[in-house]
């Protein structure tokens, strides 16, 4: 199911919000959807695709890093599809801070890395049910040493691209 905007009937996917498990530290996965479907049976007739944002614990691991519980790390993916295999998945935001002043941020290149390597594992691990990713962010970092959500961009605060932006354009001239 699509929406249809009526003046241009252009269609619209319908993707269901970022977090589809209950993911906590404190406690164990709750999985909470099927209540939710459970209470309105016509919710699978509205949603499109499951979106995630697969952000690890600790926020300084790359997209390989695959702890026994993937809850907490970018296997979250994987468990995201489980709750239902007959939708896309899509990675609507991941990234990585490089604040230089802070306890879980990154360098520069290990920024690149992990970008890139999110983007490659989308694709080969998880290419049958993932259809987009999106990367935070196109935004320019604000060069705040200690400020994490200023430092996601893939651009200095200058203007100048970093690495991880030249890590997406070569994936994307490569056709990955």
């Given at each position: 199911v699509t929406v249809i905007n009526g003046a241009d009937n252009t269609?619209?996917?319908?993707?269901?919000?970022?977090?589809?498990?209950?993911?906590?530290?404190?406690?164990?996965i709750?999985?909470?959807l099927?209540?939710?479907?459970?209470?309105?049976?016509?919710?699978n007739q509205v949603i499109?695709?499951?979106?995630?944002?697969?952000y690890p614990s600790s926020r300084d691991f790359g997209p390989k890093?695959?702890?026994?519980d993937p809850r907490w790390d970018y296997g979250r993916i994987a468990i995201t599809h489980q709750v239902d295999?007959?939708?896309?998945?899509?990675?609507?935001?991941?990234?990585?801070?490089?604040?230089?002043?802070?306890?879980?941020?990154?360098?520069?290149?290990?920024?690149?890395?992990?970008?890139?390597?999110?983007?490659v594992r989308a694709v080969q691990e998880f290419g049958n049910y993932v259809t987009r990713?999106?990367?935070?962010?196109?935004?320019?970092?604000n060069g705040a040493a200690g400020d994490r959500e200023g430092n996601y961009g893939l651009r200095r605060s200058d203007d100048s691209f970093k690495p991880a932006?030249?890590?997406?354009?070569?994936?994307?001239?490569?056709?990955?």
């Open positions: 269609t619209v996917p319908v993707p269901a919000g970022g977090a589809c498990l209950q993911v906590r530290a404190d406690c164990p709750v999985n909470w099927p209540s939710v479907f459970a209470s309105d049976p016509t919710l499109n695709a499951w979106s995630v944002h697969p890093v695959n702890r026994s295999p007959s939708l896309p998945i899509w990675i609507t935001e991941v990234g990585w801070s490089t604040a230089t002043n802070c306890v879980d941020c990154v360098s520069e290149a290990t920024q690149a890395s992990s970008v890139h390597d999110a983007v990713i999106f990367i935070y962010s196109m935004d320019m970092s932006w030249n890590s997406l354009v070569g994936l994307i001239q490569n056709g990955v």
